[in-house]
């Protein structure tokens, strides 16, 4: 088991800035993370004009996500309950280590499944899984000498390059055509090539050994129903699939949140998942996996086992910021959002990026990562664009709440604040405030418009002018039209 | 029991208990009934058939006792004389498999051993098969949709581990969305009959992916080529 502290990114202050500004220098960024936002925002809306009554269908996934999370004891125990009924088996981790032992131990186990005189390291071919970034599971596994390969295209391309994913959706929204060629000519001496279709069918050919050599499976869950035990994946590659079919072992990773009571009720969720994420009506695969292969089933895995995970959505489930829990991971609020916009997702340094990434980060692992629900304008795109209506600027708000209360401002921050409680607490002091102010800017300022202000407050002039302060404040011209009116009456 | 499980449900059950800050869920609204669920057959089709197209699948129809030659045909074309397929009583169209036969295609599909070596020995073997024949439960004409299920002689990976993917249905298979299979389709569609099987797959269209610069490309660890044919 690693003993690494949970996380690395995302302390301090100044790390949170200088990842925002190595973000804004990188050109190939900007111009993709653009790219990402026209596409996937204009796609959303017509997938969602075309959806007949979209705006009930929205309602409706939010209150069978409302429906889940208030009576979340009794889901779990119906899903956990209807998995075994099925022949998987279902183990419960309170925290990212116990989740890591358990898929260590059951990995370890698979290797009794081996064919005879197999010697290379345990392999694990893995689908798409927040979960697994969020407990840091590659990195425990890989510690232990476990081969661990990612089948998504993206997350394969990410993982060469040694990086998490930039987007909960799209992995390597920041990669160009030009380095995912260079990253294949290093790796697999490709011949130099800029065609994208041939460098697919080139991760193809190297992930098919995967699939059908891999000891294990490891996929995510998308919605776990309650009702009968299925879980739905859903995948346009079709790597999902193979993850969950050909090796004799199969473990699904889920957040304890992830529910929907029936499969009538999936069915309304999977309206608006995948338009929302990529603008599809539908992906190319969705597989609804119910156990592991039956007896008279003549192939799938022999094994199912599905890890439930808390790892701080209990506690979220209890405090101001449940309402991140309906998430459905859909990522449209990052592809919509202009901070997430110019600064991609590994600036956040959290698995969970863009507007709710900074609630639930916050929610799931604390204080550490409150200071990211600062990068956000609060303009409510996010909420609107939500397909199950998660009121995220207002959680925002209480992150930011939680970050004072804990007292993490830098120390500027808070003097200068005490300083404006001070002024704001008098008449006399705030007229004084309002005139030397009026002073300064008309000193530094040229018109109406201030270019460039001393340290600290060179902080904002340096992207953008400082508008001066009126000559004569407001309080002055009212006296004197206060004083005209009298005297016309 | 697991010590965890009965932590976290009780942490759980605290958190809903001392003042959960959700909203209360309103009732479930009544569904939105989709127009196409009451269109025709015909219509119904067409459109699984534009929707299919539209997304890089191909759409057929044929008179059953031209399903063998015509099948036999395109395997010739691709130079295939080996296929994955479901057994013959999960087809709808009968003899197919030993139309194939006659002409000298291997037919491979029988269960995988349980335990190794086996199991991984036939995997291999499937591995190479480039050519995937199925049936279908359901088919959805809103999104060109395929709904296949395991069970006794339906492998999985006959839709899934092969280039090419060719799925026989007839009209009786047609619906018009999953949530008119779920709503009409009665005990197959239900939840029970979800449970019974290991798997349920939602097909639509091939494999593709976007992740290289959102550039779509086909065919990426599934099918390359889905076909579906509609037997009168
Ligand atoms: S908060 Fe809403 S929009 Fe953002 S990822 Fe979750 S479900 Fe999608």
Redesign the pocket.
């Known amino acids: 088991m690693t003993t690494d502290p949970p996380r690395t990114a995302g302390q301090s202050h100044g790390a949170f800035k200088a990842r925002i500004a190595t973000a804004l220098r990188n050109p190939i960024l900007q111009v993709a993370l653009d790219r990402n936002h026209e596409r996937r925002v204009a796609g959303r809306d017509l997938a969602f004009a075309a959806l007949p009554a979209a705006e009930a269908t929205r309602d409706r996934g939010r209150a069978i996500r409302l429906e889940t999370l208030s009576h979340l004891d009794c889901y779990l125990e119906r899903f956990a309950a209807s998995v075994e009924r099925n022949g998987g088996r279902v183990h419960w981790a309170a925290d990212a280590a116990e989740a890591q032992q358990i898929i260590l131990d059951l990995v370890q186990a698979a290797a009794g499944r081996r064919p005879p005189g197999r010697t290379t390291p345990l392999l694990v071919a893995k689908s798409k899984s927040m979960m697994s970034e969020e407990i840091e599971l590659n990195h425990a596994l890989e510690a232990e000498g476990i081969r661990v390969v990612e089948t998504d295209l993206g997350e394969f391309i990410v993982q060469l390059r040694g990086e998490p994913p930039a987007h909960?959706i799209t992995p390597a929204v920041h990669l160009r055509r030009e380095e995912v060629s260079a990253l294949f000519a290093e790796r697999f001496g490709m011949a130099p090539t800029l065609d994208v279709a041939h460098m697919t069918a080139l991760a193809r050919a190297e992930l098919r050994r995967v699939f059908f050599s891999a000891d294990v499976g490891i996929s995510g869950v998308n919605f776990g129903v309650a009702e009968t035990g299925t879980l739905a994946l859903i995948t346009n590659e079709g790597n999902g699939r193979l993850c969950t079919t050909v090796p004799p072992v199969h473990i699904a990773l889920m957040g304890l949140e992830r529910l929907v009571p029936t499969l009538a009720d999936l069915e309304v969720m999977l309206r608006l998942l995948p338009r929302?994420?990529t603008a599809q009506k539908i992906t190319s695969y969705v597989s609804l996996l119910s156990g592991p292969r039956r007896a008279f089933e003549p192939d799938g895995p022999e094994e199912l086992h599905v890890v439930l995970v808390d790892n701080g959505r209990a506690r979220m489930l209890g405090g101001a910021l449940a309402e991140?829990l309906?998430?459905?991971?859909?990522?449209?609020?990052?592809n919509?959002c202009p901070v997430f916009t110019e600064i991609g997702g590994h600036a956040y340094g959290s698995p969970y990026g863009?507007?709710?990434g900074s609630v639930v980060s916050a929610g799931l692992f604390g204080s550490d990562f409150s200071e990211l629900a600062n990068a956000s304008t609060l303009c409510g795109a996010?909420r609107d664009?939500?397909?199950?209506?998660?009121d995220?600027p207002t959680m925002l708000l209480v992150v930011r709440g939680q970050h004072v209360a804990a007292g993490l401002p830098p120390a500027w921050l808070r003097l200068g604040l005490r300083a404006w409680e001070w002024v704001m607490a008098q008449p006399g002091r705030y007229r004084l405030a309002q005139r030397a102010a009026a002073l300064a800017t008309g000193l530094l300022g040229r018109g109406n418009w201030v270019r460039r202000l001393p340290p600290p407050l060179n902080a904002w002039t340096d992207r953008r002018d400082f508008p001066a302060f009126a000559a004569r404040p407001f309080r002055d011209r009212w006296k004197i039209r206060a004083a005209g009116k009298a005297k016309s009456d | 029991m697991p010590p965890s499980r009965n932590f976290i449900l009780g942490k759980i059950r605290q958190a809903l208990k001392t003042g959960s800050h959700l909203a209360p869920s309103p009732a479930v609204l009544p569904d939105a009934v989709s127009g196409l669920a009451q269109a025709d057959a015909a219509s119904q089709v067409s459109r699984f058939a534009t929707e299919l197209q539209t997304l890089g699948g191909s759409f057929q129809t044929l008179p059953q006792a031209q399903a063998g030659s015509w099948l036999a045909q395109c395997l010739q074309q691709r130079g295939v004389n080996e296929v994955l397929a479901w057994e013959q009583p999960a087809l709808p169209v009968p003899g197919l498999l030993d139309a194939l036969r006659e002409r000298g295609v291997k037919v491979v599909g029988e269960a995988l051993p349980a335990a190794e070596p086996g199991r991984s020995a036939m995997l291999a073997h499937w591995e190479t098969i480039k050519v995937g024949i199925t049936g279908v439960d359901a088919v959805f004409a809103e999104t060109g949709s395929l709904a296949l299920r395991a069970g006794p002689g339906r492998p999985r990976l006959a839709s899934l581990s092969v280039e090419t993917h060719v799925a026989f249905f007839t009209a009786d298979h047609v619906y018009a969305s999953w949530a008119a299979w779920l709503a009409r389709g009665g005990a197959a569609a239900s939840g029970e009959a979800l449970a019974a099987a290991s798997n349920l797959t939602l097909i639509t269209g091939p494999s593709r992916t976007a992740d290289i610069e959102m550039t779509l490309t086909v065919g990426v660890h599934g099918p390359r080529e889905v076909v579906a044919v509609l037997v009168t």
Not at chain 1, 326 to 334: D, E, F, K, S
Not at chain 1, 385 to 390: A, G, L
Request: hydrophobic share 50%; glycine share 8%.
């Open positions: 909960l929302s994420a991140a309906l998430c459905i991971r859909c990522g449209a609020c990052l919509v863009g507007p709710i996010c664009i939500c397909p199950v209506r998660i995220i």
